[in-house]
């Protein structure tokens, strides 16, 4: 197993955050990472997952949302061809540091047979994404 772990703090509720990062149809607005994501935020759910990394090539996954705690968290659990292959188990975490105060946190476990082999570039474009992520979400939650 190999985890990538972010984290920003942003200056506002977690209902703001909350707001922001569950209105899926507005990610090609703000997000340069994750350029799309359709389907219903509900456990159990496929999404369609559009992301575009800077460092490397666009990748479309169909994850199944695995859970959904409104204000709190939200993840899903996607994979590469058959199971145990190459399966990620992607988080957003949202943790109240105050009323207007959070800390978001972007966490993914990667587990798999193939995952040693692209963990050196997985682990720089991938790490990069969700940093660039987690600035664009405290930007537009914060209203820059």
Known sequence: ???????????????????VLSDLDAYPEWNRFIRSITGELKVGSTLNVRI?????????????VVAVEPERRFAWKGKL???????GMHEF??????????RFVQREEFTGIL????????????TQG??????????????N
């Open 115 to 126: 995952v040693p082999v692209i963990w050196p570039i997985l682990r720089k474009g991938t």
């Open 93 to 102: 975490i949202i943790e109240p540091i105050s009323e207007t105060r959070v």
């Open 52 to 64: 575009e990394p800077e460092s490397g090539p666009a990748a479309q996954m169909a994850p199944i």
């Open 81 to 87: 061809g058959f199971g145990g292959l190459f399966d």
């Open 1 to 19: 197993m190999r985890e990538l772990v972010t984290e920003i703090e942003i200056e506002a509720s977690s209902a703001r955050v909350w707001r």
């Open 130 to 143: 969700f940093k660039e992520m987690n600035e664009a979400l405290r930007k537009r939650a914060e209203g």
